[in-house]
């Protein structure tokens, strides 16, 4: 019973490089998000995707993009990576409407160094 | 978003009860109140939630004040796996999704 599976699970970058983060969920789950957590901090949220073909913009966008590539993969992409992107990242699924009576189910995280 | 205070860290021994608070004294009539964990090197995980009435399951229960203000998650028996930070997370009908705060880091000692 896989849930939600991330990869890589840990990346070392240089600045300026790109890369694309992966996530996939087995649950049918119609949404999907992707967090970021700094030390100390609690998640804030990039970029989700209430259903295939939806993409709306988070609390810290800046410097990302997405692609709901079908229902079960949705990805993120750092086209020109900073030191200030260097962070655990956390991609979740939900069944998708209100999130309110639904639990997200998150994956392990992605471990990103930008050096 | 409703705004939540919870205590930044609690300790426990190992199974005692633990009961968590959290202050969310902004919450609107139909915020759902999500109770969420984080183990070292993981990412979250789904506890319980609830709306008015105070909620069971096999992992926790969940106290709500009459008045919606407060709730509080029950540990009934602490073992060393229930280290975690705990996350209360009110949540709005309609919303897509969830706001997180820091958090109580929860000790638990042998």
């Known amino acids: 019973n896989a849930g939600v599976t991330q990869t890589p699970k840990f990346q070392v970058l240089k600045t300026g490089q790109s890369m694309t983060l992966q996530c996939a969920q087995d649950m049918n789950h119609n949404s999907m998000y992707w967090y970021r957590q700094d030390p100390g901090m609690g998640l804030r949220l990039i970029y989700y995707s209430a259903s295939e073909g939806t993409t709306d913009k988070g609390e810290v966008p800046n410097g990302y993009n997405v692609s709901r590539l079908n229902k079960r993969e949705f990805s993120l992409r750092l086209e020109s990576a900073a030191p200030s992107q260097t962070s655990v990242y956390f991609c979740?699924?939900?069944?998708?409407?209100?999130?309110?009576?639904?639990?997200?189910?998150f994956g392990d995280g992605t471990r990103l160094s930008i050096l | 978003d409703a705004k939540t205070t919870q205590p930044n860290s609690m300790e426990s021994n190992e199974e005692e009860p633990v009961h968590l608070p959290c202050n969310h004294s902004t919450i609107s009539g139909t915020d759902y109140i999500h109770w969420y964990r984080q183990l070292p090197s993981q990412g979250p995980e789904y506890v319980i939630h609830g709306l008015t009435s105070n909620v069971n399951n096999r992992m926790a229960s969940l106290a709500i004040a009459e008045d919606r203000k407060s709730s509080t998650l029950i540990l009934h028996r602490a073992t060393l796996r229930d280290a975690a930070v705990y996350y209360c997370?009110?949540?709005?009908?309609?919303?897509?999704?969830?706001?997180f705060g820091t958090g109580t880091r929860l000790l638990v000692s042998p």
């Open positions: 979740a699924s939900g069944e998708g409407g209100s999130v309110s009576n639904q639990p997200q189910h």
């Open positions: 997370i009110p949540v709005n009908t309609g919303f897509q999704k969830l706001v």
